[in-house]
C-alpha cells in the first residue's frame, strides 16, 4: 500500500484543539505517515479584517504541533505571494513529496460550497478527498447535487481500498470524526472579554496570543465548532 500523506489546510485563527483531535483521529483511521497542517494565506472567499497576520498564525500551528510528531506546520500557501487554491496546493505538495498520496482531509460543511472552488473536478486527479463529518450534525447529507454525484462515482468503501483506478482517479472517503465543541471564532471573543482560554488551545498558543497582543478587537458572530480547517476557512 502507497504511504499516505494528510494535508488539513484552514485559517487555524487560531488553532485549537478540535484542529488537532480531527487531524489525529483522520491519521489512525486511514494510516496516514503524516499529517500536514497548512494555514491559508489570501482567502479568496472571506473578508481578512479578521484574520491574524498569516505568520503569526503559521507561526501558532507550530506551536501547536510541536508535541505531536505525527503532525507539521506547513507553510506552502502562507508564502505564496498570490492567492493560495487548494487545487494548486495540492499539486505543489504533490511534488514535494513524490513517494507519498496526499489525501485531502475536508470538513463535511464544504460541501455545498466545493462547486466554487478552482477546478473542483479536478481535485480527485491529484489528490484522495477524505470528508470529515461529525456526529450529529446534517452539513454532509446528500441532496443529489452534481458535487455528490461526482463523490460518489469515486466513492472507497474503506481505506484499504483508497487508492487509484483504472483511470488514474483517486479515491473518496467519508470518515466520521469527534464532534468538540470548539471554534476559532469563540477562542477570539474570549480573549476579547479577557476570558480564559485554556484547555482549549495548547498553552504555547495561548501564551503566543498573550505576548503578541492578538484578537484584542471587537466581538464577533460566533462559527459552529470546527472538527477540521478548514476545516471550514481554507482558501478554495
Same mark, same amino acid.
Given at each position: 500500500?502507497?504511504?499516505?500523506?494528510?494535508?488539513? !489546510?484552514?485559517?487555524?485563527? +487560531?488553532? *485549537?484543539?478540535?484542529?488537532?483531535?480531527?487531524?489525529?483521529?483522520?491519521?489512525?483511521?486511514?494510516?496516514?505517515?503524516?499529517?500536514?497542517?497548512?494555514?491559508?494565506? $489570501? $482567502? +479568496?472567499?472571506?473578508?481578512?479584517?479578521?484574520?491574524?497576520?498569516?505568520?503569526?498564525?503559521?507561526?501558532?500551528?507550530?506551536?501547536?504541533? @510541536?508535541?505531536?510528531?505525527? %503532525?507539521?506546520?506547513?507553510?506552502?500557501?502562507?508564502? @505564496?505571494?498570490?492567492?493560495?487554491?487548494?487545487?494548486?496546493?495540492? @499539486?505543489?505538495?504533490?511534488?514535494?513529496? +513524490?513517494?507519498?498520496?496526499?489525501?485531502?482531509?475536508?470538513?463535511?460543511?464544504?460541501? &455545498?460550497?466545493? $462547486?466554487?472552488?478552482?477546478?473542483? @473536478?479536478?481535485?480527485?486527479?491529484?489528490?484522495? %478527498?477524505?470528508?470529515?463529518?461529525?456526529?450529529?450534525?446534517?452539513?454532509?447529507?446528500?441532496?443529489?447535487? +452534481?458535487?455528490?454525484?461526482?463523490? $460518489?462515482?469515486? &466513492?472507497?468503501? !474503506?481505506?484499504?481500498?483508497?487508492?487509484?483506478?483504472?483511470? !488514474?482517479?483517486? !479515491?473518496?472517503?467519508?470518515?466520521?470524526?469527534?464532534?468538540?465543541?470548539?471554534?476559532?471564532?469563540?477562542?477570539?471573543?474570549?480573549?476579547?472579554?479577557?476570558?480564559?482560554?485554556?484547555? /482549549?488551545?495548547?498553552?504555547?498558543?495561548?501564551?503566543?496570543?498573550?505576548? *503578541?497582543?492578538?484578537?484584542?478587537? *471587537? /466581538?464577533? *458572530?460566533?462559527?459552529?465548532?470546527?472538527?477540521?480547517?478548514?476545516?471550514? &476557512?481554507?482558501?478554495?
Amino acid at each position: 500500500m502507497s504511504r499516505l500523506l494528510g494535508i488539513l !489546510g484552514g485559517a487555524f485563527n +487560531p488553532p *485549537h484543539h478540535g484542529h488537532l483531535r480531527a487531524a489525529l483521529e483522520a491519521r489512525e483511521a486511514l494510516g496516514l505517515e503524516k499529517v500536514l497542517l497548512v494555514p491559508s494565506g $489570501h $482567502h +479568496p472567499f472571506k473578508g481578512n479584517d479578521l484574520l491574524a497576520d498569516s505568520g503569526h498564525r503559521l507561526a501558532m500551528t507550530a506551536l501547536a504541533c @510541536r508535541d505531536v510528531p505525527e %503532525l507539521e506546520a506547513c507553510d506552502i500557501e502562507v508564502m @505564496r505571494p498570490t492567492t493560495a487554491y487548494t487545487i494548486d496546493t495540492l @499539486r505543489d505538495l504533490s511534488t514535494r513529496h +513524490p513517494d507519498h498520496e496526499p489525501v485531502f482531509l475536508m470538513g463535511s460543511d464544504l460541501v &455545498e460550497e466545493l $462547486h466554487l472552488w478552482k477546478s473542483w @473536478r479536478r481535485l480527485l486527479e491529484v489528490a484522495h %478527498l477524505c470528508l470529515m463529518s461529525r456526529p450529529g450534525t446534517t452539513a454532509d447529507i446528500d441532496d443529489g447535487s +452534481p458535487t455528490w454525484e461526482w463523490l $460518489h462515482r469515486h &466513492e472507497r468503501t !474503506g481505506v484499504n481500498t483508497l487508492s487509484r483506478d483504472s483511470q !488514474g482517479h483517486f !479515491g473518496y472517503l467519508p470518515l466520521p470524526i469527534t464532534r468538540l465543541a470548539i471554534s476559532s471564532s469563540d477562542i477570539r471573543n474570549r480573549v476579547r472579554l479577557g476570558k480564559s482560554i485554556r484547555f /482549549l488551545t495548547s498553552e504555547r498558543v495561548i501564551d503566543y496570543i498573550d505576548q *503578541h497582543g492578538l484578537y484584542r478587537g *471587537h /466581538l464577533e *458572530h460566533q462559527d459552529q465548532p470546527e472538527g477540521s480547517p478548514s476545516g471550514s &476557512e481554507h482558501g478554495q
